[in-house]
């Protein structure tokens, strides 16, 4: 395992000890919870992203049909006066 230093303002690090408290857990595991989670998070997030680049690549568009069959589906059509 891997120690490092972080920097956090104060109302930040008195808000992770209350929750450290809570939960009966150090500020050392909360804080490397936070981090592993916002890890995870930001690699589904940029594997995600980078397959959409690759469809976009690949040309797999969504058509002008395919578009307003899924707006229809949560925009109400507007009466015309």
Known sequence: ?????????????DRLNQIAQKLDRSRSYMAAQAIED???????????IEAGIAEADRGEFANDDDVARVVSKYVKASSRS
């Open 1 to 13: 395992m891997t120690a490092f230093t972080i920097r956090v303002p104060d109302e930040v690090a």
């Open 38 to 48: 916002f890890v995870s998070r930001e690699e589904w997030q940029l594997a995600e």
